[in-house]
């Protein structure tokens, strides 16, 4: 089934149950279950009334650090944050920049 066609079951109402693995109803989809034969990903896609997608891998290859900084630092960061971008985006983006660790593209 196609996401187009999976989308149109979802919008029409469809009901689906719980899957017998207790794995998200999504095509493709490995995560466990939430709620309404859905993981949480995708029930708050559904909840949010937008198109079930795909889940993007969120921090896939990364390890999770805290820094402390001056509040001038933050500034200086906060000042370089561009549309669409966090400021731990930017800190991260420039520590790479700064190790020659940016990752491919």
């Known amino acids: 089934m196609s996401d ?23 095509p493709g989809c ?16 559904r909840d949010r009334g937008v198109e079930l997608r795909p889940l993007r891998e969120v921090g896939v290859g990364y390890v999770s650090i805290s820094l402390r ?3 001038e630092t933050i500034e200086m960061l906060r000042a370089m944050v561009t549309p669409g971008r966090t400021l731990s985006i930017t800190a991260r983006s420039l520590l790479e920049a700064a190790t020659g660790t940016l990752p491919p593209r």
Do not use: F, S, V
């Open 69 to 71: 900084l001056r509040p």
């Open 30 to 45: 490995d995560h466990p279950l939430d709620a309404g034969g859905l993981c949480r990903g995708h029930r708050g896609q």
């Open 4 to 26: 187009i066609e999976w989308n149109e079951q979802w919008r029409d109402g469809a009901e689906h149950q719980r899957t017998e693995d207790g794995i998200c109803a999504y």
